[in-house]
Nanobody, 123 residues
Framework: QVQLVESGGGLVQTGDSLRLSCAAS????????MGWFRQAPGKDREFVAA????????YYADSVKGRFTISRDNAKNTAYLQMNSLKPEDTAAYYC????????????????WGQGTQVTVSS
């Protein structure tokens, strides 16, 4: 079992940066693949990035590759999403999630979710 709480969202301008954090409770954090998803109004929730248990492998949606970086600190039970060069189309609620499945980008493969944090990028 793991419980997730996101923080770090806010209102920024085009080109700015934000770092989202996902604090996890439970002693098994290091056993999960951690992912970030986002959902804009009227759209489906979409995969953003994920990182495997050790942090040695990461994968990204094409739309954020080169701008966003996912990382984790298992000692702090925390995952991060560093977002640079933000664009208005990055505006969405961002969700942290945990999965037992390596390589998955599917919402249904993530069994644990946070409540989300809003990111708004103004033009």
């Amino acid at each position: 079992q793991v419980q997730l709480v996101e923080s770090g969202g806010g209102l920024v301008q085009t080109g700015d940066s934000l770092r989202l954090s996902c604090a996890a409770s439970g002693r098994t954090f290091s056993r999960f693949v951690m992912g970030w998803f986002r959902q804009a109004p009227g759209k489906d929730r979409e995969f953003v990035a994920a990182i495997i248990w050790s942090g040695a492998s990461t994968y990204y949606a094409d739309s954020v590759k080169g701008r966003f970086t996912i990382s984790r600190d298992n000692a702090k039970n925390t995952a991060y999403l560093q977002m640079n060069s933000l664009k208005p189309e990055d505006t969405a609620a961002y969700y942290c999630a945990a999965s037992n499945i390596f390589g998955s980008r599917a919402v249904g493969d993530y069994g644990y979710w946070g409540q989300g944090t809003q990111v708004t990028v103004s033009s």
